[in-house]
């Protein structure tokens, strides 16, 4: 079962303690949004879960084994595409494939299969420059889907998209996590963008880090409807800008 | 507007560039300023097809020479840099001496190479060897080392081997800067080949300036300076035409 349990993980980095006493879970195909402000170690934490970095102390589990430190498990996508500019986007998305020992004929066929579901049909000749933000960064969560497809870890993913093409990613994202039900969790600045993507909230504080907010969302992803009218809305994102002290 | 333009970037120097040859052969036939202190262009463009054939076999040994080096530099600087890149001892150890190494004026060395290898054409290739390595070396190296950060924790989360990350990575996200030092060095490869035949050689543009200089034939000597200026042309552009050829999407403009 893909859940992911972080025990008491705790870090320091360059003498400073960034990470103190963590304790967070998603659950099986749990959406689970990290809100926190700037510097406060959630990419520390997600290098950890992706074991590029150890803990000082604590565990990571998944699928409830011990895998502290150990790679390749989940896949992570970071704020930048990272996408190669030598490579076409087909060559690009089969990276995980090829680098798995898939023979490249092999891997660009497995990796053309999600090509229409990731709005990418008709550009896998393009290289990335050619394509806009939107498409890079899907081209960019159709390889971190490659990798690993039930546990994602999604770093800011948006967050250098204008506000009317993050929209639109939401709506795309809303729509292939349908199908594919991963077990996701998300490092946000965005409030709303939370709210609206993830079934539960942390709020993490500033330096030492620990864990000010849990909190579940029971409207998140609505599937009517493009505005949120519940009426706990308001009391939850008064929860959540509590805890960020904003 | 952006055709008149492109054609405005072309016309206006070369207008420029026959302004000063027209005034350059007026200057000369006006003072009557003899041959052998200034040629006008009319009498160096009729020199230089004179003694075409002769100045195409020396310039051909120029070239070889030219290439051999060129191609001995390319190669080392890919292993070089290769191993610097891999092994931080190795490049804490060597920076400096190649750094070091370019104060060293290149025109003091070539007589050792002339004593060491004689008047063949291995001092030739040394001296062209030394003049490119520095740039190609410096630049693939300031090319591998600014490989973004990420890209080698990505991969390296993926499960990438080092092989892998620098075949995929790191090579390809460094061949625009190498082919940027590559293009200075083509510029100077003729002119390393011609320092190592000014100091003694049997043949090569060099010895055809150095021999036309002493006779003053200065007609001769500007012609070989064209043909030289000719060669430098040439490798630059087959440097960006293989630049072309193998970085592609680097051409790509950024959206």
Redesign the interface.
Known sequence: MPEIVVEGVSKTLGGLLTLAEINIKAGDRDFVGILGPSGCGKSTLFNIISGLMQPDQGHVYIDGRDITGRMGRVSYMRQKDLLLPSLNILENVSIPLVLRGLPRKKASAEAAKHLHQFGLEGFEKYYPRQLSGGMRQRAAMLRTFLFSSDILLLDEPFVSLDAITKRKMHAWLIDVFKAIKPTVMFITHDVDEALYLCDKIYVLSDCPTVVKLETVVPFCRPPHGRTIVDSQYGTIRDQVMAALEI | MKKSRITADISIPLVFIALLLVGWEYIVRLRSIPDWILPGPIQIVGTLVDNGPLIAKHAQSTMIECLAGFSVAILLSFVIAFLMDEIALLRKALYPLIVASQTIPIVSVAPLFIIWFGYGMLPKVIVVVLVCFFPVVISLLSGLAAV?K??L????????SRL?IFR??KL??A?PAFFSGLRISAAYSVMGAVIGEWLGAKEGLGTYMTLSQRSFQVDRVFAAILAVTALSAVLFLLVSLVERLV?P??R????
């Open positions: 973004d990420d890209y924790e990505l991969f390296r989360s993926m499960q990438a892998d995929m990575v390809p996200l061949l970085i999407w680097n790509l403009d950024e959206k």
